[in-house]
């Protein structure tokens, strides 16, 4: 599950990691009421008005702006609010930005400069273990240094059994060049950094930048945060920081459904059980000269039920020219699939696309034979061969 | 042969009286898998499906001599089952249940490393060997006693393959399903070392999709050691980039994890990768009769 910022940030702060002083915000008003009370705690003359949304690049977008006066931060305020804020993560349709984090600004003046890092925290999938992901490259798109300077990139991996140690955290702040305080407070950042990870069962914490001040503090300026889904019932609090605004509506309608949906741009509609077929299925829609309108997963059980909301939800999408339902019975009956669809497809009604079914497993040809007979615009397929050619057919 | 189970393999499930447990060990047993009883704490002393009931794997182990277990605890208590599992000396354990938490999978992962254990899984259909043993919730039906090896990390599609394989008359010797999570006991390449190595199995077929080296790191092994011809395929062309696509394990992150990269690793080491996921079963007919 994505958070926006300021939820990251609040779990940050509960770990101990340094944060700068903030207030979330809805309108231009509120906003100026939250940068008052920001400058009472922390005495500053700037702000960080900041969009938030699910996606990275906000500030090239134009979601990020440094007011400095209190004129500012409602001017911004009220030109981001609202606004479509269009970044490489957000697709060229954007996201509607709803609210904004009112910042103390942290680039102030000050006895030494200002300097950006990157750091994150995740899960190393080949040796099943975290690790520390750093760089002196900060404030700048992670890929891009991979790609251009991957040698400026450093990892460092942490035991499970031991967990994060001393010589690991003065490691990382040896390499990223730092003495004195700032080095002193980045080992504690890190420690709380990753102890914000662990605790809160995240898949990502990614700072982008951490910054030193002019006064060598370490704060996390930026905060993207991934939790994991299936710890959420270990974290209550946590799962009620889900913005399902910032979901696609066919998706959170399909997740109501215990469907798992994530609609594409194309042409052919698919409904199939099990993840890896429906990813095969997507496939051979594209080999037999059409596109993939969607991924649905319909999980285990394909019942009457579940194949409506399925029928409803791809239906939505006005590109969408047919449909391929793919089953592999296993242990579910093709019969039942096949009397499931047909019940669907009648109780959906005016369905005027060509929908091709394809059973295959238990009982194939009963349910071939109940689809045939069923008097529908349907077209019936045991294998995934006849279902492809079907495609070919309806897409040509 | 075979890999993994067979007909000697006596099984223990644990969450065994649970309705996940129950129905998918009644049809194991149906299947004619040699089950000795099942595990959950507190009903210990009982009988369920006419099989002693444990309340500890330890105690199981003794009086059965299971050697492999079958895992449909709940997620909450998943991870703390398969140590236990391990912990009592069970040499081979499928972890069938879905939405583990990956932080406690780090854990078990930690904890199964040195250990004389074979964990497959979490989230994954099982192991079958046909006509000896099927451990999971597989459709017995669609096996049937053969040659060829498949190793996956989807469930349907895994009998899609298994279908197309015995459709073209070949059969399975075992087919592993390895599990869509980022964090899993046996990956593709110790499924293929395994079948490289047992004399029963002629070809091999390995299933992946996007996102992680597993696939890669499969071929490269293949490239240097591979003795059998190796057929593939990789879901997930169509996919877009940075989403999640059911598994938790298929989002495509970095350049090489997309299918395409992967297939063309996979061809540069020799695996004959089939574009369409309806041509597996012929393909591999194809290669078997081109190395003999």
Known sequence: ?396 | MSILVNKDSKVLVQGFTGSEGTFHASQMIEYGTHVVGGVTPGKGGQTHLDKPVFNTVEEAVRKTGANVSVVFVPPAFAADAIMEAADAGIKVIITITEGIPTSDMVKVNEYLKNKDVHMVGPNCPGVITPGEAKVGIMPGFIHKKGSIGIVSRSGTLTYEAVDQITKAGLGQSTCIGVGGDPIIGTSILKAIQLFMKDPETEGIIMIGEIGGNMEADAANWIRENGTKPVVGFVAGMTAPKGRRMGHAGAIIGGKDDTAAAKIKIMQECGIHVVESPADIGKRMKEVLYQNK
């Open chain 1, 1 to 396: 599950m994505n958070i926006h910022e300021y939820q990251g940030k609040a779990i940050l702060r509960q770990f101990g990691v340094a944060i700068p002083q903030g207030t979330v915000v809805k309108s231009p008003d509120k906003a100026v009421e939250a940068a008052k009370e920001i400058r009472k705690k922390a005495g500053n003359n700037t702000w960080a008005v900041k969009a938030q949304i699910h996606a990275g690049g906000r500030g090239k977008g134009g979601g990020v702006k440094i007011a400095q006066s209190l004129d500012e931060v409602k001017q911004y305020a009220k030109d981001i609010l609202g606004m479509i804020l269009v970044t490489h993560q957000t697709g060229p349709e954007g996201k509607i930005v709803n609210q904004v984090l009112i910042e103390q600004g942290v680039y102030y003046p000050g006895p030494g400069e200002p300097k950006e890092f990157y750091m994150s925290v995740l899960l190393n999938r080949d040796t099943g273990r975290n690790i520390i992901m750093y760089s002196t490259e900060g404030g700048m798109d992670i890929e891009a240094v991979a790609e251009k300077t991957p040698h400026l990139i450093f990892k460092e991996e942490i035991d499970p059994k031991v967990g994060i140690q001393p010589f690991q955290t003065r490691k990382i702040a040896f390499n990223l060049g730092l003495s004195g305080k700032a080095f002193k407070e980045m080992t504690k950042f890190v420690v709380a950094l990753y102890k914000a990870y662990l605790n809160s069962d995240a898949s990502l914490f990614e700072i982008n930048p951490v910054l030193k001040t002019s006064d060598d503090l370490i704060l996390a300026a930026d905060a993207k945060v991934k939790l994991d889904d299936n710890a959420l019932y270990r974290h209550p609090d946590y799962a009620e920081m889900r913005d399902i605004t910032e979901e696609d509506p066919a998706e959170v309608e399909a997740t109501q459904h215990d469907l798992n949906f994530i609609k594409l741009n194309g042409n052919v509609g698919c409904m199939v059980n099990g993840a890896g077929l429906a990813m095969a299925t997507m496939d051979i829609i594209k080999l037999s000269g059409g596109n993939p309108a969607n991924f649905l997963d319909v999980g285990g059980t394909a019942n009457a039920e579940t194949v409506e909301a399925g029928f409803r939800i791809i239906l939505k999408d006005p590109n969408v020219k047919a449909i391929l339902i793919n089953i592999f019975g296993g242990i579910v009956r093709c019969d039942r699939v096949a009397q499931g669809v047909v019940d669907a497809y009648n109780s959906v009604g005016d369905i005027q696309i060509p929908v091709i079914v394809r059973l295959q497993g238990t009982n194939d040809e009963e349910g071939k034979k109940l689809i045939d007979k069923s008097g529908l615009k349907v077209f019936s397929a045991i294998s995934l061969q006849e279902a492809a050619d079907l495609v070919k057919q309806v897409v040509n």
